[in-house]
């Protein structure tokens, strides 16, 4: 009896430990196919390098920080000229002096105080007699040039205003080639216009502004800027400005894929200057600085 119990306590251990084997061998082997057909479709499904979804990028809050404190600026000089009738031809009166304003330029500037100074380009302003700026809000205001630097291609304006909106300064020191950028501007007459890019290149020298004492360190970006967004705001994701719009190159005299800002660092040293001094405060190295080819190496 004992022998029999003895015998059917081996074949049941047997029996469970052989069921027990193929039930672990069809577990790993389903493992092992589930295993390999997710490597294999991993490997085998293209790789998108451009992964990052554009869609949670916004520029709402840069946009909406900016818009209001970006104007139009239109300008006009004061035409003079005589009358010629045939009286004046018999009679030689020499004919009345009379005087007219004519349309001279536009292009766009930004509030930097909330009482009203206004930077913009100096070849927006320059060569004319009357200033207009118009707000956002639509209310216009004539200004006052307080300052100007041609070598810098800048100028500060001022209206008799308060409580304004204006943009804060950022660090362009800090941009990095990549970064993505807004361009807010008044392009063909189209008020309050933002386009975005990405830093293209700094310290830029493209050799517009001849002037002996140029300075030409300019932010590059693939922003769209076109005639009319001069003066204008390029500002980071955060709102803040961090360049004046002032060129670009084309040869059709339209947009064409490169745009270039005064950096605000520079911007920041020519209004502070002009406001406290009344004009640009430098101190001069008698040398000329130029870029080192492999000739000249």
Known sequence: ??????????????????????LTQNFNSLNTTNLSSEIQKNITKPVNHNSLNISDIS????????????????????????SNTLYNFFYGNGGQTYSKEVPLSSGSGVI???????VTNNHVIENSDKIKVVLNDKRSYNAKLVGKDKSTDLALLKIEEEKLPFLSYGNSDELTIGDWVLAVGNPFNLNSTVTAGIVSA???NINIMNQQYAIESFIQTDAAVNPGNSGGALVNTNGQLIGINTAIASKTGSYVGYS?????????????DIIEFGSVQRAYLDVNITDVNAEMK
Do not use: C
Not at 60 to 79: C, D, E, G, P
């Open 1 to 22: 009896m004992k022998l029999k119990s003895i015998l059917l306590v081996v074949v049941t251990s047997f029996f469970g430990g052989f069921v027990s084997f193929l």
């Open 202 to 204: 700094k310290a830029r």
């Open 59 to 82: 520029f709402n809050l840069a946009a909406k920080k900016s818009l209001n404190a970006v104007v139009h600026i239109t300008t006009q000089y004061t035409q003079e000229y005589r």
């Open 112 to 118: 930097i105080s909330n009482d009203g100074y206004i």
């Open 260 to 272: 270039f800002a005064v950096p605000v660092s520079i911007v920041q040293k020519i209004v502070s």
